[in-house]
């Protein structure tokens, strides 16, 4: 059994004209992927008007927090006492949000709790998987 970590942060979508101010955003964190984390965008936030995903590296996140790091298409810097910047860059465009960043801790801090750095590997299952295929070709 894994448990999954799921956070509702208020996000702050920057934009020329923005729909919304504040964007009810969910950061997720599940053991069975362990070096990814997750935002969720609920549909009245996206141009699609559906639900939006993005998966990304935890290690992108806890490093943006203290100094600008990513080339692809997600992002993050720290912004001022307590904002992170996370950009998220598609084809359609760019988008750009603020999050305390004390809540993006408190996030990474129960994550850690759940797998710590650099332990990752230990919850792949790649033993199991290796098990399956074995199976499989026998």
């Known amino acids: 059994m894994s ?8 996000a702050r979508l ?4 923005p729909q919304m101010e504040s964007v009810p955003t ?4 599940d053991p069975a992927d362990p070096f990814a984390v997750s935002m969720e965008f ?4 996206t141009l699609e ?21 990513g080339l692809g298409d997600v992002r993050v810097r720290p912004y001022g006492y307590d904002r992170t910047v996370v950009e998220f860059h598609a084809p359609e465009g760019t988008a750009v949000i603020h999050i ?6 408190r996030f ?3 994550a850690q709790g759940l797998v710590p750095a650099g332990r990752e590997h230990l919850h792949l299952g790649l ?4 098990a399956e295929l074995l199976r499989d070709a026998c």
């Open 42 to 45: 609920p549909p009245p936030a």
């Open 49 to 69: 008007g559906t639900q939006v995903s993005w998966a990304f590296s935890r290690e992108l996140l806890t490093e943006g927090m203290e100094a600008p790091t």
């Open 108 to 110: 990474l801090e129960r």
């Open 14 to 17: 920057v934009a020329s004209a």
């Open 127 to 130: 033993d199991e998987d290796l």
């Open 26 to 29: 969910t950061l997720r964190y």
């Open 100 to 105: 305390r960043s004390s809540e993006l801790r």
């Open 3 to 10: 448990t999954v970590i799921e956070q509702a942060v208020q």
